[in-house]
């Protein structure tokens, strides 16, 4: 099955800075690659993904990019704010087969 | 449109009892799953389905089990309830055509 690993595990910055996240796969059948954001006890929600057929996204303050050959795609957040203080998850996969969510990463939003 | 709806928000279990998580959803996806989530920790997948009838274990399937008898449903089952089992479950939906995955509320499990 898909291994997945992000790293950082934990990361702080301070309001302002830019934070940069990756997921690392194993999996190269992989064209979905989609990240999620929890907020401490809600549900998941997803926040931005990407299809294989595309190397950059952009939504307004966050970005994902991808490297298939590497198989390695990374969150970027820019003009950080306190309310993007939560865990971030990535769970590459096929369509329909969010199987396996990345151990999550928690993002810390110093004011 | 709810969405994916999960009942109960919370249960407490005393070791050994029984119970089922329910989980509906309304927008006709056909991949439907279930995921545990231990304190500060990550989504483990426990089962999950590609359309009615048809069921398969994710990561973490023991002491569960599943069914998906309708489009709609997808309700999990604990038998023996242990310690271990103890924390927050969430469903999700997804649709082929599309792959966002729509989570529940979660519910969450205590047994002591």
């Known amino acids: 099955g898909e291994n997945v690993e992000q790293h950082p595990s934990t990361l702080s910055v301070q309001e302002g800075d830019s934070a940069v996240i990756k997921c690392t796969y194993s999996d190269s059948a992989s064209n979905y690659f989609p990240w999620y954001k929890q907020e401490l006890g809600k549900r998941p929600q997803l926040i931005i993904d990407i299809r294989s057929n595309v190397g950059e996204k952009k939504d307004q303050r966050i970005a994902v990019t991808l490297n298939k050959t590497a198989k390695h795609f990374s969150l970027h957040i820019t003009e950080t704010q306190p309310e993007d203080s939560a865990v971030y998850f990535c769970?590459?996969?096929?369509?329909?087969?969010?199987?396996?969510f990345g151990p999550g990463t928690r993002l810390s939003v110093l004011p | 449109n709810a969405g994916v709806t999960q009942t109960p928000k919370f249960r407490i279990l005393k070791i050994g009892q029984s119970m089922t998580l329910q989980c509906t959803q309304d927008m006709n996806h056909n991949y439907m799953y279930w995921y545990r989530q231990d304190p500060g920790m990550g989504l483990k997948l426990i089962y999950y389905s590609v359309g009615a009838g048809i069921t398969d274990k994710g990561e973490v399937p023991n002491g569960y089990n599943v069914s998906r008898s309708t489009t709609e449903d997808f309700p999990l089952r604990l038998e023996l309830a242990a310690p271990s089992q103890t924390s927050v479950y969430f469903c999700?939906?997804?649709?082929?055509?599309?792959?966002?995955?729509?989570f529940g509320q979660g519910t969450r499990l205590t047994v002591v």
């Open positions: 769970a590459p996969g096929g369509y329909g087969q969010n199987f396996v």
């Open positions: 999700a939906s997804s649709d082929s055509r599309d792959p966002e995955a729509f």
